[in-house]
């Protein structure tokens, strides 16, 4: 019955974190955008003080039931495990700690986050390598599929669906995502969850409280006969069956009640047992150890706290159908450009766990991981494809880690993420070649004006205290492939 109950709990999370990253719509997030905030690292980036204390409890009492229902990374290797279970039929073993990977990695974890190193932080982190797993590898094929349906439906005169473009938006975070892909599935097809119990530093974290969880799988002796079922059966391999003993190290026990299930003489129960030491040889610790481990996790806690259109339809392919028109490429930007509802560049990279849920949501193609090593996978703002609308605040709407706060319409219109500037070298009107001005008209806030020149010429120029950098100008300046005007980003937001 547990199992069953934790297998369904399980599949509702994942698969309500799986639509809520393939939703191009904005539609899902107002019904599962609290899943993404219940994630362990978002939620203490974020300062959500109210789900951080729910999980640690939820630990301290039931174990880590986080890592088998709510995080969709580890789901995701249980749905593995169970494809291995109908494939192979070798069975799991007991297998020792790897405290010099597990802790290692854990320390290189937290120094980077005190440090600031983003891109050890968003490879590690679970919620956010399942993101970019989704989005760069799932939510393609997910378009694809809408996309026939659009064209069935508008050739039955309905339209129920709109086509959405599919483009590579950064070549080094898919390879990252495939990477992540293939590392996490061979080791959970090889060893359940030894990915979780090995390299996870939100399990490793999770483990320092779970060996005192109030309610845990016991063995009874009396009853045990060491047939060594639930040591086969065990994905955590945790368990270790022996003639002489029989224990489990519940650092590494992630409640999937498999031993549970296959115990033919009901010597495992899940039951209360606080207080209980746990016999395994990683649980005979001394007590500077366990201090300088309980130290070290306040000091996670410490580190954290402080620390316009669907298609692009303006972007033509052929230029009056006689010439074909250069794709736009991003310009060179002095200040990166992140969204409206960010403090500042720097509160949005310390806060973003690149988890890839803005960049899937974003209707208008502005965002997409960044290829720059100092924010590798981390959304960055650019107009090749579309500009920030001003009615647009999905992205704020669902940001788990409040890298992005909550902004409403009239909010987003006070908010100056960047400032356009002209390039006479390339702008026609500039040069006396066209009388263009699409820049103006374009414009929403009116911070694009054309002034006129003593030789008669009309050009361009910004009011730079008007400008709020949606970068509608940019993108729908016609100069190519790079655009006339670029928008480059503010330090600090205003």
């Not at 030894?194 to 016991?218: D, E, K, Q």
């Not at 069956?241 to 010597?267: G, L, P």
């Not at 788990?400 to 390339?426: C, D, F, M, S, W």
């Amino acid at each position: 019955m547990l199992k069953k109950l934790r297998v369904a709990l399980a599949v509702v999370f994942w698969l309500g974190i799986t639509l809520l990253l393939l939703d191009f719509t904005g539609t899902l997030h107002a019904y599962l955008g609290w899943m993404a905030k219940f994630q362990f690292l978002p939620a203490v980036l974020a300062l959500n003080v109210g789900v951080v204390v729910g999980l640690v409890l939820l630990t301290l009492v039931f174990g880590r039931v986080y890592c088998s229902v709510i995080c969709p990374l580890g789901v995701f290797q249980d749905g593995i495990s169970w494809l291995r279970a109908h494939r192979s039929k070798k069975p799991y073993q007991y297998h020792k700690e790897m405290k010099w990977l597990r802790y290692g990695v854990w320390v290189l974890f937290v120094a980077a986050l005190i440090a600031g190193i983003h891109v050890i932080v968003s490879v590690l982190a679970p919620y956010s390598a399942y993101g970019r797993i989704v989005q760069n590898l799932l939510q393609p094929i997910y378009l694809w599929c809408n996309n026939l349906f659009a064209a069935m439906a508008e050739r039955a005169g309905s339209y129920a669906f709109y086509e959405k473009e599919v483009w590579l938006r950064s070549l080094p975070t898919f390879l990252i995502a495939i990477v992540t892909l293939v590392v996490v599935g061979i080791m959970a097809f090889k060893g359940g969850r030894s990915y979780c119990n090995s390299i996870c530093p939100v399990g490793t974290t999770l483990s320092f409280l779970s060996r005192f969880a109030m309610f845990r799988p016991v063995i009874d002796a009396d009853k045990c006969k060491h047939c060594k079922a639930c040591e086969l059966h065990c994905k955590a391999r945790c368990i270790a069956i022996c003639k002489e003993d029989a224990h489990i190290d519940y650092s590494r026990c992630v409640d999937c009640f498999n031993c549970i299930d296959s115990c033919k003489f009901d010597a495992l129960q899940y039951r209360f047992a606080w207080g209980k030491k746990d016999s395994s040889p990683s649980a005979q610790n001394d007590n500077s150890r366990r201090a300088f481990l309980a130290g070290s996790v306040m000091a996670v806690g410490a580190a954290a706290l402080k620390g316009v259109q669907a298609r692009a339809q303006a972007v033509n392919k052929v230029d009056g159908g006689f010439a074909e028109v250069l794709p736009k490429q991003a310009p060179a930007r002095e200040v990166p450009l992140t969204p409206p509802g960010s403090e500042s560049v720097k509160s949005f990279y310390q806060h973003c766990t690149a988890c890839q849920l803005c960049v899937a949501e974003c209707p208008n193609n502005v965002l997409r991981p960044s290829g720059k090593l100092e924010n590798l996978m981390q959304p960055e703002m650019s107009y090749e494809k579309g500009f920030c609308r001003p009615e647009c605040t999905r992205c704020s709407e669902l940001c788990p880690t409040g890298a992005i706060h909550r902004i409403t319409r009239e909010e987003k219109t006070q908010y100056h993420i960047g400032t356009a500037q002209v390039n006479p070298e390339l702008c026609v009107m500039y040069q006396g070649e066209a009388n263009c001005g699409k820049c103006a008209q374009a414009c929403p806030s009116g911070a694009v004006k054309l002034l006129r020149t003593t030789d008669g010429r009309r050009i361009p120029a910004i009011a730079e205290a008007v400008c709020t950098g949606c970068g509608a100008c940019e993108f729908l300046c016609p100069a190519r492939p790079i655009s006339a005007i670029t928008v480059n980003g503010k330090h600090q937001h205003v």
